[in-house]
C-alpha cells in the first residue's frame, strides 16, 4: 500500500537517530502526539525503521525575515511559501542500527500493527490497557512493571480537581480488574482504596446512569466491558452511636461501618498510629509511646482472648474514653517511673491522648458486639474505606492501621502472589518528604519492599515533590495530570521532556501524560468516563433483584 | 553516476581563472531601454495641458495581476581553445516565475529554472554537460566572442522564458501582466504591461513635471518607438519620496504596446496607478523601495531558491572539468 507520505524528513535542520525534523506537505496534516514511521535503506540494501511521537509541530513563512509580511500576504501584496514541521522524539528504531534517517525519506502515520510496534506494546508479554490516544488507538502498560515482575507501583501527580487522579486510579483498577490482563491471578487479586476526598469512590458497584455511547465505545476500544465494577466492599467508619453505623453522607445501602476493638488496639500495638502527627514526633514522646504499646500488649495477652474491651488496673474499659481515663491514670505514672522519662514527656502524651479521644472515640471501642466490624479486604476484589468524614488524626490512624495488617500479612504468606492493589490519595499528607511519622516509615516500606510482597501501592499526590523520595523513585509507572507550573518544572518530573512539561500545564481532566520504563518518552492519553457511578445522581439503579420482583408482583395481586 | 558528457574531438574547457563571477548579477543595459528615439509627447493631450492624472473610479481593477520577472547568474566562467581562437563560456542558470494576485490572496503561478553553457564565437557542443548532482547545462550560442557575451547570451535565454511566461499567463481573460523590464513582447489585447524600475532616460518629460507627480498619479501618456515595435509610456510614482531622496525617487515607467489602442493605454495606465503603490514596499522591507514591488521582490528571492546553491553548483562545475583533464 503506498499512500502519499505524511511527511519528509528535512535536510536542513539536523536530522539524527533519536530525534528529527519532518516537513508536512501543504493539504497534509500531522499533529501532537501523532506516531509516525520513518523508513531509511542504508547502501548494503537493509532497511532502518525509526519510530517517534511527534511532540513539536510549528508553521512560519519561509525565507521572509519580516513579522509584518503576515499582514502584507493578507492583503494580498505579498506571495509567501508557508513551512511546516513536526519534531519527531524517536522511540524505537528497528533494527537497532544508529544512523540517522535520511532527509527527504518519507514519514508516515502508523496504525495498528506499527502503532503497537513504535510503543513497544508487541513485546509486552503481559499487558493492561492504560487509555487511548487522542487518534483512538489503545495505550497499554507492561503489567510486569506493575506486578513486581520487572517493577512496581504506580505514582500519579497533579492538581486537585484537575488533574482526574482518582479517576484515572480507579480506571486503571477497572481495567485490571475487568480484563484478562491478570490471567489465573485475577481472582486472588485484591485493591484497597482509600477514599480520601468526596464520595467518589463508594459508587464503584453501580453503572453510571451518565455513559454515553463515545465512553462506551472508549471501552470497547480497550477490550473492556463498560459497567460498574463486579465484586466491591464498601467499609466507613463508626459513627458516634452506640450501636455501630456507617457515618457517610449520600449512601448508606451496602456500605458496612469499620471499628477497631480496644483488644486490637493494645495486642497490635496500633496505640502509635494514633500519635502519627509530625509534632507527635518530636522529643521522647515516641518512646513514651512505645513503652505504654509494649505494656498494653503484654496486658492483652494475659486477658482472654474472645473480650473486645481491655482490663487495666482492674478497670474494665468498654469504650475509648474509659480506655483514655485509664491509661492516664496513676497507672502511667507507675510505668513511667520503671524508665528514665522527663516527666514533662509524660504529661505532654497525657495531654495527647486526651486530644485524640474524641477523635477515635467511634472507631476504637470495647463492647462485646465489636469484634464484628473490622475490615476484611479479602472477601471482594476492590475493598473501598472512607475517610474522608475523619478528622486528620483518624485518617492516620485508620491508613496506618491497615497499611500496616497488610504489610504483616504479606510477610506471614511470604510469597508475592495473589498480588495487592494499594491506592492511597494525598501522600504528601502520609509519606511526607520533611518529617517523621509512622504511616511515612510503613508506605517508604511498601514502596521499597512491596514488589517482592505482592504490594503494589499506587500513590496519587498533588506534588510528587512533597513526597519521601524514596516512594516516588521506587514507582515504575508515572503519570501525571495538570500540574502547576511551577511544580512541573521540578526535578522530579524529570521524566518528562521539555515539551511535556508545557503540556501538563493545561491538560484537561481526563488527559494524562504516562511515562512507563520500556518507552523512552512519555505518552499522553484519555481513559473514557467512568462506566462506574462516582455520585448519587450518576448511580442508575442497581439491577431488579428478580425474586423481589417476583413478590412486588404478587403483592399487587393480592 | 553520469561522467560528464565528452567527445574527443569537442572543445576542452578550463576555468576562467579570475572571471568567477559569484552569483552577479550585473544590470546589463538593455537595449530595448535606451532605444527611444522619436517621442511624441502629444497623444494623450497638449503638452501646455500637461498635469499629473489621477486614476479615474474603478477601485478593483484589474482584478487579476500576474507579476513576472527572472533571475540569472553565472555559476563559473569557462575559456576554450581552438586555435590561436580563444573562446569564452560560461555556466549559467536563470529561473522565471510569476506571481498571480487575485482579490486578497497573493500566491506562486509557474516557476522555472533552466540552466545552460552559453559559448561564446559561434562555438556549440553537441549535448548538454552533465554535472554529478544531475544538473545538466543545455548548450547554447552565440556569434559574439567578447568576454561578455556568454552572459548577455544567458540574460537573452532568461528574457526568453520570461516572454513565454507572460505571453501563457496574459491569455486568462480579466489578467493583468506586469513584466519586469521594457515589454519584450506585443500583445493586442492590453494584457500586459512592462515595468521599468530603472529611469534611464526621461523621453523628453519636464524634470519639474516628474518630480512634481503626486504618490498614485502618472504622467499622461507619451509614444514612443521602442525596439521592434512602437508603444505608450507614462511615469506613475509608487510613493512619496523621502527627505532625503532625490526628486524622482519612487518613480517608475510602464509602458504597453501602441497596438492596444490609446483609450485601452489610458485605462491600463490608470488601473496600474491604482493598484500598483499598494505593493510597494517600505524601505526598510527592501532598500530598492518603493519600486521593488512586494511580489517581486518575493519572487527574486524565491526564484534565487529554485536555481541552488551557486557555491555548490561551482563545486561541481570544477570537479567535473578537472576529471575530464585526467
Redesign the interface.
Known amino acids: 500500500m503506498t499512500s502519499s507520505p505524511a511527511g519528509r524528513v528535512l535536510g536542513s535542520v539536523d536530522a539524527t537517530p533519536l530525534e528529527f525534523w519532518i516537513g508536512v506537505p501543504a493539504g497534509g496534516r500531522v499533529q501532537l502526539d501523532d506516531l509516525v514511521c520513518v523508513e531509511t535503506a542504508l547502501d548494503d540494501g537493509s532497511r532502518v525503521r525509526f519510530f517517534g511521537v511527534v511532540d513539536v509541530v510549528r508553521k512560519r513563512y519561509e525565507?521572509?525575515a519580516?513579522d509584518?509580511d503576515a499582514f502584507?500576504?493578507?492583503?494580498?501584496?505579498?506571495?509567501?511559501?508557508v513551512s511546516y514541521a513536526a519534531h519527531v522524539a524517536v522511540t524505537r528504531i528497528e533494527p537497532e542500527v544508529f544512523v540517522p534517517p535520511h532527509p527527504g525519506d518519507a514519514a508516515r502515520i502508523v496504525e495498528g500493527a506499527e502503532f503497537e510496534q513504535a510503543l513497544y506494546f508487541d513485546r509486552m508479554a503481559k499487558k493492561i490497557a492504560i487509555g487511548l490516544t487522542r487518534s483512538g488507538e489503545p495505550v497499554y502498560a507492561n503489567l510486569e512493571f506493575l506486578d513486581g515482575t520487572r517493577g512496581a507501583h504506580l505514582s500519579i501527580s497533579g492538581v486537585s480537581g484537575v488533574a482526574t487522579k482518582t479517576s484515572y486510579a480507579s480506571f486503571l483498577l477497572y481495567s485490571l480488574f475487568h480484563s484478562d490482563a491478570l490471567g489465573a491471578d485475577a481472582a486472588n487479586t485484591k485493591a484497597l482504596v482509600f477514599n480520601v476526598k468526596g464520595e467518589d469512590l463508594l459508587w464503584l458497584d453501580r453503572p453510571n446512569a451518565r455513559l454515553d455511547e463515545k465512553a462506551r465505545a472508549g471501552y470497547a476500544k480497550l477490550g473492556l466491558p463498560a459497567g460498574p465494577f463486579q465484586s466491591v466492599g464498601l467499609y466507613a467508619p463508626a459513627g458516634a452511636g452506640s450501636t455501630p453505623m456507617p457515618d457517610v453522607g449520600s449512601r448508606q445501602e451496602g456500605v458496612r461501618p469499620y471499628l477497631w476493638t480496644l483488644r486490637e488496639l493494645c495486642e497490635q500495638r496500633l496505640l502509635r498510629f494514633a500519635f502519627a502527627d509530625a509534632e507527635d514526633a518530636r522529643g521522647q514522646l515516641g518512646f513514651v509511646v512505645e513503652r505504654v504499646e509494649a505494656e498494653l500488649a503484654r496486658l492483652a495477652k494475659e486477658q482472654p482472648a474472645d473480650e473486645a474491651g481491655i482490663t487495666i488496673e482492674g478497670m474494665a474499659c468498654r469504650t475509648f474514653d474509659e480506655f483514655v481515663d485509664a491509661v492516664a491514670s496513676p497507672w502511667l505514672d507507675a510505668l513511667m517511673a520503671r524508665g528514665n522519662y522527663a516527666s514533662g514527656t509524660v504529661d505532654a502524651f497525657r495531654r495527647r491522648l486526651y486530644g485524640i479521644a474524641p477523635r477515635l472515640g467511634p472507631l476504637v471501642r470495647g463492647e462485646a458486639s465489636a469484634a464484628q466490624y473490622g475490615v476484611s479486604w479479602a472477601s471482594h476484589q476492590v475493598t473501598v474505606v472512607d475517610i474522608h468524614k475523619l478528622h486528620a488524626t483518624a485518617q492516620m490512624f485508620v491508613v496506618g492501621v491497615l497499611l500496616k495488617k497488610m504489610m504483616a500479612e504479606r510477610e506471614q504468606r511470604g510469597s508475592a502472589r495473589p498480588l495487592v492493589f494499594v491506592v492511597l490519595d494525598e501522600l504528601n499528607k502520609y509519606a511526607p518528604r520533611e518529617g517523621w511519622s509512622p504511616i511515612r516509615d510503613l508506605i517508604r516500606d511498601i514502596a521499597e519492599r512491596g514488589r517482592s510482597l505482592g504490594v503494589c501501592l499506587m500513590g496519587a499526590q498533588q506534588t510528587a515533590s512533597e513526597v519521601e523520595k524514596r516512594v516516588i523513585a521506587n514507582a515504575a509507572i508515572k503519570v501525571v495530570g495538570r500540574l502547576d507550573a511551577a511544580e512541573s518544572e521540578r526535578a522530579e518530573y524529570g521524566f518528562l521532556s521539555k515539551v511535556a512539561r508545557l503540556r501538563s500545564n493545561l491538560l484537561q481532566p481526563g488527559t494524562m501524560i504516562v511515562s512507563q520504563p520500556e518507552i523512552p518518552t512519555p505518552v499522553l492519553l484519555g481513559f473514557p468516563f467512568p462506566s462506574w457511578a462516582t455520585r448519587a445522581d450518576e448511580a442508575a439503579a442497581p439491577p431488579p433483584d428478580p425474586a423481589k420482583a417476583r413478590r412486588d408482583l404478587f403483592s399487587r395481586v393480592k | 553516476m553520469t561522467a560528464p558528457s565528452a567527445s574527443p574531438s569537442r572543445l576542452r574547457f578550463r576555468l576562467d581563472p579570475w572571471a568567477a563571477e559569484y552569483g552577479a548579477e550585473l544590470p546589463l543595459v538593455d537595449p530595448a531601454a535606451t532605444e527611444a528615439a522619436a517621442v511624441d509627447a502629444e497623444v494623450e493631450r497638449p503638452l501646455r495641458e500637461w498635469a499629473a492624472v489621477p486614476p479615474g473610479p474603478g477601485a478593483e481593477e484589474p482584478a487579476r495581476i500576474v507579476f513576472v520577472d527572472g533571475v540569472r547568474r553565472i555559476e563559473a566562467r569557462v575559456l576554450a581553445r581552438e586555435g590561436e581562437r580563444v573562446i569564452p563560456g560560461a555556466f549559467g542558470t536563470y529561473a522565471v516565475g510569476a506571481?498571480v494576485?487575485?482579490?486578497?490572496?497573493?500566491?506562486?503561478g509557474a516557476l522555472r529554472a533552466g540552466r545552460v553553457l552559453a559559448l561564446g564565437g559561434g562555438a556549440s557542443l553537441p549535448e548538454p554537460f552533465v554535472l554529478d548532482s544531475g544538473a545538466a547545462y543545455v548548450p547554447v550560442s552565440t556569434a559574439d566572442d567578447d568576454p561578455e557575451a556568454p552572459v548577455r547570451r544567458l540574460q537573452e535565454e532568461m528574457r526568453l522564458a520570461e516572454e513565454t511566461l507572460g505571453q501563457e499567463q496574459s491569455r486568462t481573460p480579466g489578467t493583468l501582466v506586469v513584466a519586469d523590464g521594457p515589454l519584450r513582447f506585443r500583445d493586442a489585447r492590453g494584457a500586459a504591461v512592462g515595468y521599468v524600475k530603472r529611469l534611464f532616460e526621461r523621453h523628453g518629460v519636464p524634470l519639474p513635471t516628474l518630480a512634481a507627480l503626486a504618490p498614485g498619479t502618472r504622467t499622461p501618456l507619451i509614444g514612443i518607438e521602442g525596439a521592434s515595435f512602437r508603444r505608450y509610456t507614462w511615469f506613475l510614482r509608487l510613493a512619496s519620496r523621502g527627505p532625503a531622496d532625490f526628486d524622482l525617487a519612487g518613480i517608475v515607467r510602464l509602458e504597453v504596446a501602441e497596438t492596444v489602442g490609446l483609450e485601452e493605454a489610458k485605462r491600463l495606465a490608470d488601473g496600474t496607478a491604482r493598484r500598483l503603490p499598494?505593493?510597494a514596499p517600505s524601505r526598510t522591507?527592501d532598500p530598492r523601495a518603493p519600486q521593488n514591488l512586494?511580489?517581486i521582490g518575493?519572487?527574486e528571492?524565491?526564484l534565487r531558491?529554485e536555481m541552488g546553491d551557486a557555491a555548490l553548483a561551482r563545486r561541481h562545475i570544477e570537479t567535473a572539468l578537472a576529471r575530464e583533464e585526467a
Do not use: C, I, K
Open positions: 525565507g521572509q519580516f509584518s502584507r500576504h493578507a492583503e494580498g501584496t505579498l506571495p509567501v511559501d | 506571481v494576485v487575485e482579490g486578497e490572496r497573493a500566491a506562486w499598494g505593493f522591507r512586494l511580489p518575493a519572487l528571492s524565491r531558491r
